[in-house]
């Protein structure tokens, strides 16, 4: 498979080996609503925010998407895009590594760019995710009038597609509803008491026909009729005749017509995606800078948002309610605004000020009932929550160790996420960072028993065990060694974890 090449694609194929483990840290003054909840929004560059979620959900994700600057030769407001072309392409390649580990088996990746970056981009994704991974290049009317200001007008972007495996992905993948385009189709010239309806013909290909799919049909006129030459009947003999039982049959206006198969509209629960995206169907720019406007006002818009619609389509067809989205470019919100919106967990990244002054007002007024966007569509009335998140000290050091910089509070908050997936409710001073599940949770780290000699309360031992806060039901202890054999730590109801090679993120 040809692969592309540019300057310093080596430095670009190697980079995320050299990317350290970071702690998330925990900020509960800009978190809202429920605090059991899962949603996270991280603060922080996101190569280096993935690679830190990368011990937690690798292979969690069930779609990712995102919308990367495009390199268009301009410089926004809120991050550059003003990138030179092999810059761009070194940025890209290994975030998309990252977030290749992190899909889930039957996960989906969907990445937005326009022309300029398009094709480098899919020879790169074919490099990364696989050639026969590839799903579609969906093509998406940004635009609803005509662009003038160009020698041809741009009123498109694209959807790039790729599944981690496209089998699984096209048994799981949604249908779309249709249009009311689309439902001309069905009418009800009969006044039928069960609605609108569309004859389908009712031969097929003769193929692995079996011999129950050849027989006469005779029609109420008293005209015979045999499937065509080379064509068989659709349906088995005993199938046709209960749906002629149940008038699901039609011959045509004078009742002398091949027989036909009734389809109702009520039946067909959507149709199949396809790779165009009118903007009638999933929005436009306009109406995503109406939404923006809506949020923040006209001089602290984003530039150029995706509208919560076109969002929807994408999350519709790959997921299904709980499932996990991700966003590494959050830019102004809109992926975990509508995921948010859609009842699907997510985890968005945005490295800049506007993850703190775009992203999170917007998220918590979502939670709290914000009706923009698809939120009449979807009967949105608030609730649920995030958790808001900076990208802290590195865990390990050149040797493989915890790095001296992490001190307790911030080791027991990675691990007690690491266990429950949910930020530690107050800052850890004690042994015992809390219970979960009935499973208490424990650290021996850096001297918290007050001994500060090496190893000492670091290690599990009978005199540790005795002064640590008593809990009778399961225990998870993380230190640097135990002195209790297997059947001893059986009886004490312990899961022992020793440190560093038990941390997640080694």
């Given amino acids: 498979m040809p692969l592309l090449d540019w300057l310093n ?10 990317v350290p483990y970071r702690l998330l840290e925990a900020v509960p003054e800009l978190s809202a609503g429920d605090p059991d909840t899962e949603n996270m929004l991280i603060q922080g560059d996101n190569l280096q925010a993935l690679k830190a979620l990368l011990p937690l959900y690798a292979g969690k ?38 977030l290749r580990e992190l899909l889930a088996e039957d996960g989906s990746i969907w990445v937005s760019i326009d022309d300029r ?56 993948r949604n249908l779309v509803p249709l249009t009311e385009l689309q439902a001309k189709v069905y009418k009800n010239p009969n006044n039928d008491p069960l609605g609108r309806w ?13 011999s129950e799919q050849f027989y006469e049909v005779i029609t109420p006129s008293g005209k015979s009729y045999r499937p065509p030459e080379g064509r068989c009947w659709g349906i088995a003999r005993a199938t ?5 039982s149940e008038n699901r049959i039609y011959f045509g206006k004078k009742g002398d017509a091949q027989p036909n198969i009734i389809r109702y509209l009520s039946e067909v629960s959507g149709v199949a995606p396809w ?64 995921a948010h919106k859609m009842g699907r967990r997510y985890i968005g990244i945005e490295m800049g000020d506007h993850a703190q002054t775009h992203c999170q007002p917007r998220l918590k007024k979502v939670v709290e009932g914000e009706q923009g966007g698809i939120s009449e569509a979807v009967g949105w009335q608030g609730g649920g929550g995030f958790h808001y998140f900076r990208l802290g000290e590195t ?40 219970i979960h599940n009935d499973t208490a949770y424990y650290l021996l780290y850096n001297g918290i028993l007050g001994d500060r000699r090496p190893q000492s309360g670091n290690v599990l031992t009978q005199a540790v065990l005795d002064i640590l806060p008593a809990y009778k039901g399961r225990k998870t202890i993380y230190g640097e060694a135990s002195r209790f054999g297997k059947p001893r730590l059986d009886a004490e109801h312990i899961l022992f974890k020793q440190i560093p090679y038990d941390v997640k993120g080694s």
């Fill in 9 to 18: 694609k080596q430095d670009a194929v190697r980079t995320v080996q050299k």
């Fill in 61 to 98: 994700v069930k779609c990712i998407y995102i919308d990367p600057p495009y390199n268009i030769g301009s410089a926004f407001t809120h991050y550059d895009d003003n990138l030179e072309h092999s810059l761009w392409l070194s940025l890209m390649y290994p975030r998309l590594e990252l």
């Fill in 117 to 172: 970056e398009a094709h480098y981009l899919k020879v790169m994704m074919d490099e990364v995710f696989g050639r026969g991974n590839f799903i579609a290049s969906n093509i998406w009317q940004k635009r609803y009038s005509r662009e003038n200001r160009e020698a041809i007008g741009d009123v498109h972007e694209y959807l790039f597609v790729y599944a981690k495996h496209p089998n699984i992905f096209k048994q799981n």
């Fill in 198 to 210: 569309r004859p389908i013909p009712m031969t097929a290909q003769e193929g692995h026909a079996t």
């Fill in 240 to 244: 046709y005749e209960k749906l002629l």
């Fill in 275 to 338: 790779t165009w995206w009118p903007s009638d169907e999933v929005g436009h720019t306009d109406e995503s800078k109406k939404e923006i406007h809506s949020l923040f006002g006209k001089t602290a818009a984003f530039e150029s948002p995706k509208p919560e619609r076109l969002i929807q389509r994408i999350l519709h067809i790959a997921t299904n309610s709980n499932d996990l989205i991700l966003d590494s470019f959050l830019g102004s919100g809109t992926t975990a605004a509508v």
């Fill in 395 to 434: 865990i390990f050091d050149e040797y493989g160790l915890i790095h001296p910089n992490v001190r307790f509070a911030a080791l027991a908050a990675h691990l007690w996420f690491c266990e429950t997936r949910t930020p530690l409710p107050k800052v850890a001073d004690t042994p015992l960072l809390g």
